[in-house]
Structure formats: structure tokens, C-alpha cells
């Protein structure tokens, strides 16, 4: 895999639109009415009985408001969850719906309300921190907002609506990195859904990895040949190359800009003009470990692995905790059949590694497996990366404790 890191601005913009997931939310109510039983005098003899006003019904209400919500009218949905709040304040459907409506209505503060009585009614269902979450984003509470989110992502690791939503939230915020990271562990969690390597493939671009995006976008054609997204992400390459020259032509010794053009060749395909490139900027700066490490990456494709394996132990004399160095050279190894060298760095390089890392490294494996056939090493590294995942998966369940019952 090609790594380039830039540093990223803490810009927050407002999601406004993530909250259209109406319908999601509505469950059974966890409470029913009852009855409150209370000691009153009692009428004189022979006194006319006195007229009781009819209850409300909760969950006749929450229906009739569903009703009105599938039909458009969200204003006169909304009057009805709020007289079904009132009838039963413990009807966490009730209080969902009021904050789908508000949410609707562009009422976010007021959705924020809602969804937080939801929680507070029951705080282990991963979903309503979910729906609290994105309302705090568009009402502008941005760190109650993450905090909302990563909790419906600890409480079910494995759903990547909530990866993708916090992937999201990242992007609006300009921190493209943990957004790259949230939508690995989507991918990881829904590997054939093509949604999740579109929304990686585009927070990849916007991190200037280019040959992560590249790869992305060809997942999410293999997944649905149908995809336009992938099919108009792919035609971005010929574009980034002649952008990066326009922009190299003014600054010829900027060494960021020679690398971004090696990386726009090496997510082109073309790596001689990618290790061309890197090499130029190793002459300027002989002590960047990326460089090394993405040059020993572009060596990979061209298929000389001998120099691929040098410029990685260069990468990794630099800086030895370079885990997307560390997979490399083990692909390079599993490659080429060295079982005992692959399976050697590919559990050095786990024993580190985030789950991030790890999905990127299996998809390495599996597009290995792909261009130059299977073999036993690489069989084994499959073997080894999906069963550190698998317990990655296993230990993040633990650590967030039992899920609520009920479906969400």
C-alpha cells in the first residue's frame, strides 16, 4: 500500500444532510401505559358520575404520526409525537420519531432534545447514539457530537452504517485521516458493499493517497460493475497527472510536489514513472522513510522486488514503525512463495498494526492473489490478517459489553 501523510486542518462544517434516515429509528415501545391507580373521595349518593376525557394512546399516536411522516406532512407528524411524549414520556419511539421530525424540519436543537431523552430512556442501544450524534453535528455541538458517535461505533463495531457515519463526520470536519480510517473498518465490516470503497476511495483522495483511491474505486466496481461513482472517480487520474505537472512546472524542487506526481503515476498504474519520480525526491530529501517506503511500494508493481525490498529496509531504518512498510515487504515475500519471510513480517507487522492497517493489507493479499495467482504463502498471509481482524472484532465486542436487547 502507498502511504502519503499531510497535515490536516481542524475546519468543522455542519453534515446538515446525514440525518435523513428516517424510518431507521422507529422501533416497538419499550414501555407501555398503564393506568396509575390513586385514592380519591368518594361522590355523594345519587351523584351524576363525571365525564373522563378519553387518554391518549402512545402507540396509536406514534403510528398515526409515521403515517403522516411517509405522507410528507412532517409538521403535522411532529404534533403528534409531541402528544405522544406527553401520553407516555417513557415511549422511546415516540421521542425517536419527534427527532426525526424536528431533524426533518431542520429543527436541530430540538431534535438534539429528543434524541437525548431517547438515550438517557435507554443508553445501550447503539442506534439512538447514532441519531443523537449526527443532530449534535448539524446543531453544532461538534464534540458531544464525536463523542455520540464513537459510542454507537464501540457499542457495535461491526456495523458499517455507524463506520460510515463517522467516516462522514470526518470528512465534513477536514480530518481526512481518522475518515480514511472509519471507512476502512466500513469496508472491513461490508466488504461488498460498494458504497463503503466509494466513501474510502473519496477520503483517500482528499489525503492525497491516490493509489489507495485507485484501488477503492476498482473494489467498488468488483462489487457493482454498475457503480458510475467508481466509474467517474477513475477517470481522475489522467487529470491528477497533468495537474501535479502544472504544479511541479512552477516549483521544480518542491520535493511535496514531485511526490504528489510520483503518487498520481503509481494510482495511474504507470510505476517506472512513479519510481522515476520518487527517486528525483530522494535526491532532495534522502531521509523521508515515505518516500523510501512508497518508492519500495511503486518497485513492487513494476515487479522488481529485489529493489523494492532494499527501498523498504531503507524506509524502515528511518523509521522502524512504519506498519505499512512492514506489510509491504512480507507482500513482497509472500509474492514471491518465502513462506518462512512472509509469515515471519506478517506477524511483526500485526502484532502493531490498527484495523485499519490490517484491511488495507488483506486487500493487498487478496489483489496479489488476483494479478499473480495463489500460492501458499500468500495463502497464509490471508490466513494470518483475517484471523488477527477476527480478534481485533472479538476484543472490541468485549470491551463495549453486551448489546441491548431488542433490534434496531
Known amino acids: 500500500m502507498n502511504q502519503n501523510t499531510k497535515q490536516i486542518s481542524h475546519r468543522i462544517v455542519s453534515l ?5 434516515m428516517l424510518g431507521l429509528y422507529t422501533i416497538t415501545s419499550c414501555t407501555a401505559t398503564h393506568a396509575i391507580a390513586q385514592t380519591a373521595p368518594k361522590p355523594p ?3 351524576p358520575a363525571k365525564p373522563t376525557a378519553p387518554a391518549d394512546d402512545s402507540s396509536k399516536l406514534d403510528t398515526d404520526g409515521e403515517h403522516l411522516m411517509a405522507q410528507g406532512k412532517v409538521v403535522e407528524a411532529l404534533a403528534t409525537f409531541q402528544r405522544s411524549t406527553v401520553a407516555n414520556p417513557k415511549d422511546i419511539r415516540a421521542w425517536m420519531d419527534l427527532g426525526a421530525a424536528n431533524s426533518q424540519l431542520n429543527r436541530f436543537p430540538d431534535a438534539v432534545k429528543a434524541f437525548q431523552t431517547a438515550v438517557n430512556l435507554n443508553p445501550a442501544v447503539p442506534g439512538f447514539h447514532f441519531s443523537l450524534g449526527n443532530a449534535l453535528l448539524s446543531a453544532g455541538n461538534y464534540s458531544q457530537a464525536y463523542a455520540e458517535l464513537q459510542q454507537a461505533v ?3 463495531p461491526l456495523n458499517p452504517q455507524f463506520r460510515m457515519g463517522l467516516g462522514q463526520a470526518y470528512v465534513q470536519a477536514g480530518d481526512f485521516g481518522h475518515a480514511v480510517a472509519a ?3 466500513a469496508v472491513g465490516a461490508a466488504p461488498g458493499f460498494a458504497g463503503a470503497h466509494d466513501a474510502l476511495a473519496d477520503a483517500a483522495h482528499k489525503a492525497g493517497d491516490l493509489a489507495m483511491e485507485q484501488r477503492e474505486y476498482e473494489a467498488a466496481l468488483v462489487a457493482d460493475p454498475t457503480d458510475c461513482t467508481a466509474m467517474e472517480g477513475l477517470k481522475r487520474y489522467p487529470q491528477a497527472i497533468a495537474s501535479a505537472k502544472e504544479q511541479l512546472a512552477r516549483a521544480p524542487r518542491s520535493p511535496l510536489l514531485i511526490a504528489q506526481l510520483a503518487d498520481a503515476y503509481e494510482a495511474a498504474g504507470d510505476h517506472a514513472q512513479a519510481v522515476e519520480q520518487y527517486q528525483a525526491c530522494i535526491a532532495i530529501t534522502p531521509n523521508n ?11 513492487y508493481g513494476a515487479g522488481d522486488y529485489s529493489a523494492s525490498l532494499t527501498s523498504s529496509a531503507r524506509a524502515l ?11 509491504n515487504v512480507a507482500l513482497v515475500h509472500a509474492v514471491q512463495n518465502d513462506l518462512a519471510q512472509s509469515e515471519a513480517g506478517y506477524r511483526t507487522a500485526i502484532a502493531t498494526a490498527a484495523p485499519g492497517d490490517m484491511r488495507g493489507a488483506e486487500q493487498d493479499i487478496q489483489h496479489a492473489i488476483k ?4 500460492n501458499s504463502a500468500l495463502n497464509r498471509a490471508g490466513q494470518l490478517v483475517h484471523a488477527a481482524l477476527e480478534r481485533a472484532a472479538a476484543a472490541a465486542a468485549v470491551h463495549t459489553g453486551d448489546a441491548a436487547e431488542g433490534i434496531f
Do not use: E, K
Request: hydrophobic share 40%; aromatic share 12%.
Open 317 to 327: 531504518a528511518i523509521s522502524p514503525g512504519l506498519v505499512y512498510v512492514l506489510f
Open 154 to 156: 464501540q457499542r457495535d
Open 289 to 299: 522513510p515515505t518516500v523510501w517506503g512508497n518508492m519500495g511500494w511503486s518497485q
Open 371 to 374: 494479478v499473480h495467482g495463489s
Open 45 to 47: 349518593p345519587g351523584a
Open 16 to 20: 446538515g444532510g446525514i440525518l435523513a
Open 183 to 185: 471507512f476502512q473498518n
